[in-house]
């Protein structure tokens, strides 16, 4: 098995999948596989403002989450093709449930097996507690179930998600470590910069570039102040997007006015809302979690006793 080239001159040529034993003539060969809740929404718009990168112009719903690998398979190749322009450049998508799903891997690899792949982790016990907060944000937790441990219960994929070498292992089966980019959430706060070089050192584009979303934080877990605002500006990006196209509500999204109503219309969730972890969590936490972390330090051959 071998990487893809570097180069930019067209589509790398690969061992390729057949439907009715054609060859598919395009590939995707950039993507993302996780994990959620580790900055991947700003690691997935950082690199789609490079300009040697596109990802996929859907129509409807989100042009990050694609996930075709896991949720959308039977529909194909052709589905999964539909919103993205092949050329001279890399073509990027990245669903953050590819990671811990036992299907993917071979799926992925089937499709193109010099794919280049981005993980992104985060200590597990700090990333558990995030998801946590984004499911009470998006309202798919009872409000008997805001402390942590309740909801875990109820949650498995809580714990779960964060089994990194179980996960991994998976993919080392079908990808070799070099065809992994591995950054680490703590190493993105610390110098995003640096970290977006390597990821386009990897990508095998021009690592010089510096995108305006560098020092900015996507996504960031909150609920809407007003709901009502949030499904006028959610129904007219629709809208947008059908008339004018996915650039189009890019840029209306970048857009100051804009940007200073979702801005201003967000409020981060409150911790008596949804309790900190006790330093008793954090230590139940570390125990699920620490043969994991010590079996992911051999595999990468890295220090990760500042997650514990």
Known sequence: MHRASASLDGPAS??????????????????????????????????????QIRTAQV??????????????????YTWYHRGFSFGPWRTLE????????HDVPARIHRY???????????????RAYSQHRFEVSRRRVPAGLYEFWAAAEQNPSYIEMGLYATHLTRWL?????????????????AEPAGVLRRLFEFAGVDASVEPALVHGRVNVTAVPRNRLLT????????????????????????????????????????????????????????????????????????????WV
């Open 59 to 76: 129509e409807r719903g989100s042009d990050k989450e694609l996930n075709f690998f896991n949720h959308a398979y039977e529909f194909g």
């Open 112 to 126: 193109n097996p010099d794919v280049r792949l981005i993980l992104s982790l985060r200590n597990p016990i700090d």
């Open 231 to 306: 499904a006028f500006t959610s129904g007219s990006a629709r809208v947008v997007r059908t008339v004018l196209g996915d650039a189009a509500v890019k840029t209306l999204r970048a857009a100051r006015p804009v940007d200073y109503l979702r801005r201003r219309n967000r409020v981060e969730l409150d911790a008596r809302v949804v309790p900190p972890l006790t330093p008793q969590d954090r230590a139940r936490l570390r125990a699920v979690f620490s043969p994991d972390i010590e079996r992911l330090e051999a595999l990468l051959s890295r220090d990760l006793s500042h």
């Open 173 to 189: 089966e079908y990808f070799p470590l070099e065809q992994i980019c591995i950054v680490d959430y703590d190493e993105i706060r």
């Open 14 to 51: 690969i061992g390729a999948p057949a439907i009715h034993g054609a060859p598919l003539r395009n590939r995707v060969d950039l993507i993302g596989i996780g994990v959620q809740k580790a900055a991947t929404s700003w690691i997935f718009r950082c690199l789609e403002q490079h300009p």
């Open 94 to 101: 990245f669903s953050t449930l590819y990671f811990h799903d």
